[in-house]
T-cell receptor, first 112, second 114 residues
Framework: RKEVEQDPGPFNVPEGATVAFNCTYS??????FFWYRQDCRKEPKLLMS???SGNEDGRFTAQLNRASQYISLLIRDSKLSDSATYLC?????????????FGKGTRLHILP | DTAVSQTPKYLVTQMGNDKSIKCEQN?????MYWYKQDSKKFLKIMFS???????INETVPNRFSPKSPDKAHLNLHINSLELGDSAVYFC?????????????FGPGTRLLVL
């Protein structure tokens, strides 16, 4: 089982709709969680960190569920510009160094 | 006002050659990383340096050698390039090694080995 798993999609969603996707992680020692977005042929860009209490940034809401070991990203009132691949990132302290694991990403297509 | 920059943006070379990719960040961060994103878009960490000291070294062939002349630069040298090295290489930086620190990525270097 991979340490970080995401549904690869694609999620095809009409503009204005709400879409949500999850990312599961297998190591309960995972400590920090992030969502990045990556546009085609571009670098990953930080979208938001994910805090235990959940956090919101405009139309985006991130949640962490430690008991079930997943994080989620909710996008409300989706825009065409939200079309991208969304990468889940999990960090934890290893024996000698930090472990930083990226999920393979979920592709989102917003349809006009 | 580029934050993390990489050169070159594209690199096409023959198998067996040696090449270098350079990375610089002007964010004042003290930790820098190299990632490889293969054709299946899987992003995997290769190395991490904190204040010029290697702190993460994943299972990477020793043909890959990172060098950090100062905390604003992390270069990647690759010897004896192989076809399987073709990928996009991203440099990133963060402040500190705290597990909470988010990373900021450069635009990537697209390497094609023929």
């Amino acid at each position: 089982r991979k340490e970080v798993e995401q549904d690869p999609g694609p999620f095809n969603v009409p503009e204005g709709a709400t879409v949500a996707f999850n990312c599961t992680y297998s190591n309960s020692a995972s400590q920090s969680f992030f969502w990045y977005r990556q546009d085609c042929r571009k670098e990953p860009k930080l979208l938001m960190s994910v805090y235990s209490s959940g956090n919101e940034d405009g139309r985006f809401t991130a949640q962490l569920n430690r008991a079930s070991q997943y994080i989620s990203l909710l996008i409300r009132d989706s825009k065409l510009s939200d079309s991208a691949t969304y990468l889940c990132v999990v960090k934890r302290l290893g024996k000698r160094d930090d472990k930083i694991i990226f999920g393979k990403g979920t592709r989102l297509h917003i349809l006009p | 006002d580029t934050a993390v920059s990489q050169t070159p943006k594209y690199l096409v070379t023959q198998m067996g050659n040696d090449k270098s990719i350079k990375c610089e960040q002007n964010l004042g961060h003290d930790t820098m990383y190299w990632y490889k994103q293969d054709s299946k878009k899987f992003l995997k960490i290769m190395f991490s340096y904190n204040n010029k000291e290697l702190i993460i070294n994943e299972t990477v062939p020793n043909r890959f050698s990172p060098k950090s002349p100062d905390k604003a630069h992390l270069n990647l040298h690759i010897n004896s390039l192989e076809l399987g090295d073709s990928a996009v290489y991203f440099c990133a930086s963060s402040q500190g090694t705290s597990v909470r620190g988010a990373q900021y990525f450069g635009p990537g270097t697209r390497l094609l080995v023929l």
